[in-house]
């Protein structure tokens, strides 16, 4: 049977994908893969979830989603939009696809990071634009200057995704820059598409600011789900310039509907504080956990990548303590048959991190510390 030309990219890309990832972690195996933390779902929440299913009314809400979440994001981010600035979205994922759908013809060009989610790519693709990266610093704490990004911008370009944080690294986009990029893009009739999916684990001193409501060419997309491992409810939501968000509608109209009403439900008590002592006590334990993944590191002589801080991943440079070349496909399969430990290879996220593996420490102390020695020996024993 034929199909349509952009499903076919679609294909390769997960093909692509298949070929890196392997779903298969072998029991007693290390995994340091970890996309969502794995902690249990407070007990505060699970009550809130049987409370709605027994009580609350679960009909389709309005496509934008319910007034009253969207009127308390509106009120937690100061948006100067109020509701109308605000569309809840079934993650944010459909986010920047109905984002992408409504701002973008075929043809145009859409600016990403270096390192990122394949799906960034897929979704203008998909659309029949195209696509151009822009390097990010695996050195600094600074992804990328607005100097730097804004001499990539071409005649082309009709929208810059932006990452806070990247989602490979934990390093913010910090404000001063956006704020320069911001500019040139207004001046020039460019979006700015702010993925934020990990905003909301961030540590103390990191100096994470949402850039939602920044400017009318500003469309930011977030979620809260991932910290509480309930990343399967789905849910999520966009902010942007009311005749934005009222075009960007009129996709999600014909492709959803509207979000799940359970999840904005749920999400309404969680955006309201329900769960924030546990939100609390998580970004606790991951900023210690994140503490000793770098003192293992350092203790490893493994002193190759960018501190995080937020989310919870180490993108760790492997190639440069090897004596002889070897990719990170090949160095990620030797861990696994050799070494029991599963990582995920840094070509998942580009080219441009092929020399790096990405860790994760979202899990227990010990396979921390088991985890990080295992990459030390794999290392030694190529080197021998």
């Given at each position: ?41 407070p007990g505060a929440l699970l009550n809130a979830a049987q409370e709605i299913i027994r009580s609350e009314n679960l009909n389709y809400t309005e496509t934008y989603g319910l007034p009253k979440l969207r009127e308390v994001l509106a009120q937690k981010h100061n948006l100067k939009w109020g509701i109308g600035g605000v569309t809840i979205t079934t993650g944010t994922s459909e986010a920047l696809f109905c984002a992408i759908a409504a701002i973008m013809e075929p043809g145009d060009e859409l600016l990403v990071p270096s390192i990122t989610l394949r799906a960034h790519k897929a979704v203008s693709l998909f659309f029949d634009g195209r696509v151009n990266e822009y390097p990010v610093s695996m050195h600094s704490s600074v992804q ?241």
């Amino acid at each position: 049977m034929k199909y349509s030309t952009r499903i076919e990219h679609l294909r390769d890309l997960i093909r692509s994908s298949e070929r890196i990832l392997s779903d298969s972690i072998p029991k007693g195996h290390i995994d340091l893969t970890s996309s969502v933390p794995p902690f249990p779902v407070p007990g505060a929440l699970l009550n809130a979830a049987q409370e709605i299913i027994r009580s609350e009314n679960l009909n389709y809400t309005e496509t934008y989603g319910l007034p009253k979440l969207r009127e308390v994001l509106a009120q937690k981010h100061n948006l100067k939009w109020g509701i109308g600035g605000v569309t809840i979205t079934t993650g944010t994922s459909e986010a920047l696809f109905c984002a992408i759908a409504a701002i973008m013809e075929p043809g145009d060009e859409l600016l990403v990071p270096s390192i990122t989610l394949r799906a960034h790519k897929a979704v203008s693709l998909f659309f029949d634009g195209r696509v151009n990266e822009y390097p990010v610093s695996m050195h600094s704490s600074v992804q990328i200057t607005a100097e730097e990004l804004i001499a990539m911008i071409t005649p082309r370009t009709k929208a810059v995704l932006v990452n806070n944080p990247l989602i490979a690294t934990g390093q913010l986009f910090t404000p001063c820059e956006f704020i320069k990029l911001a500019a040139y893009c207004e001046a020039q009739d460019i979006y700015i598409l702010v993925d934020e999916s990990f905003y909301d684990i961030h540590y103390p001193g990191s100096g994470s600011v949402s850039f939602a409501g920044h400017s009318p060419h500003v469309i930011c997309f977030s979620s809260m789900t991932k910290l509480f491992s309930m990343s399967g409810l789905r849910i999520g939501w966009l902010f942007a310039d009311p005749e934005v968000t009222e075009a960007i509608n009129s996709v999600r109209y014909i492709s959803s509907t509207c979000a799940n009403t359970f999840s904005q439900r749920f999400a309404l008590r969680m955006v309201s504080g329900l769960g924030k002592e546990n939100r609390d006590k998580l970004i606790s334990i991951l900023q210690n956990r994140r503490k000793l993944m770098i003192e293992t590191l350092q203790q490893h002589k493994l002193t190759r990548y960018v501190k995080p801080t937020a989310g919870y991943h180490i993108l760790l440079n492997f190639r440069d303590e090897l004596k002889q070349p070897c990719s990170d496909i090949e160095f990620v399969r030797l861990l696994k048959e050799h070494h029991e430990l599963i990582v995920t290879p840094g070509s998942h996220f580009g080219p441009a991190a092929d020399a790096y593996i990405r860790i994760s420490f979202a899990t227990d102390e010990r396979n921390i510390q088991r985890g990080v020695a295992a990459i030390r020996a794999c290392i030694d024993e190529l080197n021998l």
